[in-house]
């Protein structure tokens, strides 16, 4: 069982006010999502920093949180994208993200999503197999637009993360190995329709060890030379997101020494960095207030049952991840342990097990912590569950960023077919 109590809080729920989120969900409703947009900007002005001097882009990965109103104040902080659909592409362009600093990576692109990218004129495409390649290059040779491109080498490297969120492995999915690699970079040096600009790699999400980090980064700058050696024009190092948070009381990776390792293998090389971080912005700039509806005993086991679900936020369901849970009017002294289950018809619909929680109300408010990242880009309307509403604070003022959904908005796109 953890013990809440001990752990570092302000940390956790960036600058949140206990006051103020309370009122936000008096005046919003429940469950309700809200994110401190100071908190998004110190921690972009922090990566930024440590990459110091140096020909350094930060484009935020979109999929951790998607809401315009985030996209715009991540626009505002002159920060690219790193795009994983065409939807987000165009969310990125609508919260003020200037094209030229979008990036589009995905094992799955669809050509009527690589002519309309060419046609937008992004930074680059991520190209993810040879068979996108070839893809890409006849998209460009229709519509006359040569193709600005990167591929994602998958290094082999174990990032040491859960299973389910490691991409950097042979057996993962993502991105082609060294030698193929090399192939593709050789083919599009020689077509007139590609232009190898960039080399990209991304282990994994929620890294909190950097070894793995610089050792990919070494395997993918020996290739870099190797390309180079060959006159290639590479301008861009991308290195992916994945800096993993801290959820409880796990030490994670330090901007500067990322930045530092990063800049190590890159000696002799030189090229801008791009870093696409999503759960290093908004992870802990982000907290998820649900209402405590009833609560009961099964054998000895407490249960508290709360208003939001696993639509709502699937981390715990489907990772088994681990979501710091506090009350907002109570105090943490005399805590039993507490499984905090929603509404939703599956046994696995839990945000939390064995958490200690005091004695509650039905009425009180819990904040589900550290939820800013993979919450409600990842929340879903089954059981017929209309999705939370969004707010954000800033400067001590809260305001609405989305509204809660409704019965109509659920059925809208079905009900013409009766
Ligand atoms: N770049 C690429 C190519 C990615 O695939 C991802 C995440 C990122 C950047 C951003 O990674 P981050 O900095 O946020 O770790 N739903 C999972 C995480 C999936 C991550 C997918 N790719 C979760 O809730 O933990």
Do not use: W
């Amino acid at each position: 069982m953890k013990n809440i109590g001990a752990l570092n809080i302000p940390e956790l729920c960036g600058n949140f006010d206990k006051a103020l989120l309370q009122k936000a969900a008096a005046q919003f409703g429940t469950p309700l999502y809200v994110y401190d947009l100071d908190r998004i900007t110190a921690k972009y002005e922090q990566l930024k920093l440590a990459f110091g001097g140096r020909k350094a882009m930060i484009c935020y990965a979109l999929k951790a949180n998607s809401n315009l109103s985030v996209i715009k104040k991540m626009a505002s902080l002159e920060s690219g994208a790193d795009c994983v659909s065409l939807g987000e592409i165009k969310r990125a362009i609508l919260g003020g993200i200037p094209k030229y600093k979008i990036i589009y990576s995905g094992v799955g692109k669809q050509e009527f999503e690589i002519k309309e990218t060419l046609k937008l004129g992004i930074l680059f495409i991520n190209i993810e197999s040879k068979e996108e390649m070839l893809l890409v290059e006849s998209c460009a040779k229709e519509l006359g637009i040569p193709a600005r491109i990167s591929v994602r080498v998958n290094p082999d490297i174990d990032p040491q993360t859960h299973p389910y969120i490691s991409t950097g492995l042979k057996e993962n999915k993502f991105g082609v190995n060294l030698e193929e690699a090399k192939g593709i970079y050789l083919y599009a040096h020689n077509s007139p329709y590609l232009e190898p600009i960039g080399i990209h790699f991304h282990i994994g999400s929620q890294l909190t060890k950097l070894k793995p980090v610089s050792e990919s980064a070494q395997k993918i700058a020996q290739l870099t030379h190797s390309l180079l050696a060959l006159k290639m024009d590479i301008k861009f190092f991308d290195i992916g997101g994945g800096i993993g948070i801290t959820y409880s009381d796990e030490t994670t990776i330090n901007p500067y020494d990322y930045a530092q390792a990063i800049l190590e293998e890159l000696r002799g090389l030189d090229l801008t960095i791009i870093c696409e971080p999503g759960r290093f912005i908004v992870g802990n700039s982000g907290v998820f207030l649900t209402k405590v509806l009833y609560q009961k005993e099964h054998q000895g086991k407490r249960f508290v049952i709360v208003d939001g679900a696993m639509n709502d936020l699937i981390r715990p369901s489907l990772y088994n991840a681990y979501h710091q849970i506090v009350p907002l009017n109570a105090e943490l002294q005399e805590t039993t342990s507490a499984d905090v289950v929603g509404p939703v018809c599956e046994s696995g619909d839990y945000l939390g097990k064995n958490i200690s929680l005091p004695p509650l109300q039905s009425g009180d408010i819990l904040a589900v912590l550290s939820s800013g990242a993979y919450g409600f880009s990842m929340s879903s309307n089954y059981n017929t569950r209309p999705r939370s509403a969004e707010v954000a604070i800033e400067k001590g003022e809260a305001r609405l960023i989305r509204r809660r959904e409704n019965f109509e908005d659920l059925i809208a796109l079905e009900k013409d077919y009766l």
